[in-house]
């Protein structure tokens, strides 16, 4: 869980923010125009309609077309993560948010059903068509308007970093994340901006509000930033031990991107825009840091939580590759959704390819920059090449939600 707002709705700021405006990267194409599109996008007769999930039946796959499927190579994280969703779903906190549910027809309960029935398709399912053909006959599809009336939606990534710190400021360790003030409630709005919380250099916050908060402190005026987008970190410590951290509250200013700051100010173009492009960027000019970072007024902040792993806005903890972040005024919370977009794979010789794939996936998160129905975040895990393959996912595709037929 991440980056709260002034709603008090838990909101994570996503590490693609930086990306906002950018192009989607290239991938390979599918032999068939019809299975890219005309199968995948919302019908003609159903554009321009006020619901932002339009009911529809199951896409057909095409045949050979291998990216229709969801291979289930990690059947039990899927089940895990279902189970997950069920946990949150017998909240008061989840029957709270149904109360509210603006879409007719989905329900807490009806939520529940599709989830418990899907997990009983996919115990017994002996493979992935097998899978796909059960769907097609008990479930239907509610499709996300998009971000163009058409079901377009932009995928991004993010990840769990791993870092080193310490529990004690040194010569080498000398820049901090903060625990949650205790009387932050009793702020006076605006509330100070990260500049006036922190100083332009990082290293000024034992002189105002943020005395004695220290929790971590790390090498690189770069890592409690990226910890602040990432929402989770999980750390090693210099004295041999290691832990997690995770988000526990923010001031209430919405995130401001320093990507497109950079692309502003002429210093990146922000065409192709990546985070690794972004990162060399500033290792190349380490006191630009102390310009752009401060111009994010938003601030972030984090309690220990002893290895326990990154959580989502509802309370649970994220299963890689199969939770996602969606603008939850929108989106239904913990319910099993199918995304279909070119992601990132890490193949053999540790080249980054993109593939067109489709995924059951569980709507767990949501985000400060994940806003409307045409933006989803997709958890890719914990450590490096987690966050390789985040940094560079920024592409188009479809998202649905699955339900039982009334």
């Not at 909240?91 to 509210?100: C, D, E, L, N, V």
């Not at 326990?308 to 319910?335: C, F, H, Y």
């Not at 933006?375 to 393959?389: I, N, P, S, W």
Request: hydrophobic residues 35%; proline residues 7%.
């Amino acid at each position: 869980m991440k980056y709260r707002l002034e709603t008090i709705l838990s909101l994570p700021i996503i590490m693609l923010s930086f990306l906002v405006g950018m192009q989607p990267l290239g991938y390979r194409e599918l032999s068939s125009p019809g299975c890219r599109v005309k199968k995948w996008d919302i019908p003609e007769s159903f554009q321009n309609t006020q619901p932002v999930l339009i009911q529809r039946s199951p896409v057909g796959c095409c045949q050979d077309d291998l990216s229709c499927l969801d291979e289930l190579a990690d059947k039990k994280a899927l089940i895990t993560s279902i189970d997950r969703s069920l946990q949150y779903l017998q909240t008061s906190r989840a029957i709270a948010a149904y109360q509210k549910y603006p879409v007719t027809g989905i329900t807490r309960d009806r939520i529940i059903k599709s989830l418990n029935r899907f997990r009983e398709l996919l115990l017994k399912s002996q493979s992935a068509p097998e899978l796909h053909q059960a769907i097609e006959r008990e479930f239907v599809y509610y499709q996300s308007v998009g971000k163009d009336q058409k079901g377009t939606v932009l995928f991004t990534a993010y990840y769990e970093p791993l870092y080193q710190a310490s529990r004690s400021p040194t010569d080498e360790f000398r820049y901090p994340v903060y625990r949650l003030p205790p009387d932050i409630n009793s702020w006076t709005q605006p509330h100070p901006t990260r500049l006036e919380l922190e100083g332009a250099d990082g290293l000024q916050g034992s002189q105002g509000k943020l005395r004695g908060l220290e929790l971590f402190w790390f090498r690189d005026r770069l890592e409690p930033y990226m910890m602040q987008i990432q929402g989770s970190a999980r750390l090693q410590l210099t004295d041999g031990t290691k832990t997690t951290i995770g988000y526990a509250g923010n001031t209430a200013y919405n995130y401001k991107s320093i990507g497109r700051e950079l692309a502003n100010d002429g210093k990146l173009p922000l065409q192709g825009m990546t985070m690794p492009i972004i990162l060399n960027y500033f290792q190349q000019h380490p006191p630009e840091l102390n310009i752009y970072i401060p111009r994010d007024p938003s601030f972030v902040f984090f309690q220990e939580n002893h290895g326990a792993p990154a959580q989502g806005s509802i309370n649970v903890a994220l299963t890689p590759e199969r939770s996602i972040a969606t603008d939850k005024s929108l989106m239904p919370p913990g319910a099993l959704a199918l995304i279909r977009a070119p992601f990132p794979f890490v193949k053999a010789n540790g080249e980054i390819e993109h593939q067109i794939v489709s995924r059951y996936v569980l709507d767990q998160d949501t985000g400060g920059a994940i806003k409307g129905a045409g933006r989803v975040d997709y958890f890719l895990g914990t450590g490096k090449v987690a966050g390789d393959r985040a940094g560079v996912t920024v592409s188009n595709g479809q998202l649905y939600y699955l339900l039982l037929k009334p």
